[in-house]
């Protein structure tokens, strides 16, 4: 069975970068649809980027040009790298992974953007 761990997160100031990574186990990444979602206080678990069939990646209006979504295959890992953070981006962020019928997810991993 897949299981997903999430590292990378932490406290940043505007402005700044961190690289979040999903380290997977137990199956290969490739044979599912992937992505990062987040859960700002008091709010619901959204998507913020997708790595659909084809390689093909997504991302939400708010993150665009700031934040990029990646996968290593040969560490089975994906990644999302986040520049110009801003206090809005503050979050527990999740990754996942998707085929018919069956969500998988991480525990999370706290960014928090802050002066």
């Known amino acids: 069975q897949l299981k997903l761990v999430e590292s990378g997160g932490g406290v940043v100031q505007p402005g700044g970068s961190l690289r979040l990574s999903c380290a997977a186990s137990g199956d290969t990444l490739d044979n599912y649809a992937i992505g990062w979602f987040r859960r700002a206080p008091g709010q619901t678990r959204d998507v913020v980027a997708t790595i659909g069939s084809g390689g093909r990646a997504s991302y939400i209006d708010s993150v665009k040009g700031r934040f990029t979504i990646s996968t290593d295959n040969a560490n089975n890992t994906l990644y999302l790298q986040m520049n110009s953070l801003t206090p809005e981006d503050t979050a527990v962020y999740y990754c996942?992974?998707?085929?018919?019928?069956?969500?998988?997810w991480g525990q999370g991993t706290q960014v928090t953007v802050s002066s």
């Open positions: 996942s992974a998707y085929i018919p019928g069956r969500y998988y």
